[in-house]
């Protein structure tokens, strides 16, 4: 599975900026996709999760702003980001993860987008 981020750049605060990822190979039909992120000095922390069936998740952080939502049929998920703040500047990861047949838990990642907000 290879995932495609697109949509990082630089926005003022309070801005917007929409984030977009595609998935491509073996995409199981139970499976959960989402964003991550990782500033400067910082761990990597997840900023929001939608399965399949359409359940989210968002961490405090961003609740309110971030909207997250994926179409299945196109193997994509977006991060729709308002109100951004200095503290979201980060690079941002599109993540999938899948269980196979076997029981086995696929984690994928894909390359990374920076996001920089700054007046």
């Known amino acids: 599975v290879q995932l495609q981020a697109y949509g990082g750049g630089l926005v003022q605060p309070g801005g917007s900026l929409r984030l977009s990822c595609v998935a491509s190979?073996?995409?199981?039909?139970?499976?959960?996709m989402g964003w991550y992120r990782q500033a400067p000095g910082k761990q990597r922390e997840l900023v929001a999760r939608?399965?399949?069936?359409?359940?989210?998740y968002y961490a405090d952080s961003v609740k309110g702003r971030f909207t997250i939502s994926r179409n299945n049929a196109k193997n994509t998920v977006n991060l729709q980001m308002s109100s951004l703040q200095y503290e979201d500047t980060a690079v941002y990861y599109c993540?999938?993860?899948?269980?196979?047949?076997?029981?086995?838990?696929?984690?994928?990642w894909g390359q990374g987008t920076q996001v920089t907000v700054s007046s």
């Open positions: 993540n999938l993860i899948q269980t196979t047949v076997a029981l086995v838990r696929e984690e994928f």
């Open positions: 939608v399965t399949n069936i359409g359940a989210t």
């Open positions: 190979g073996i995409i199981l039909s139970s499976n959960s």
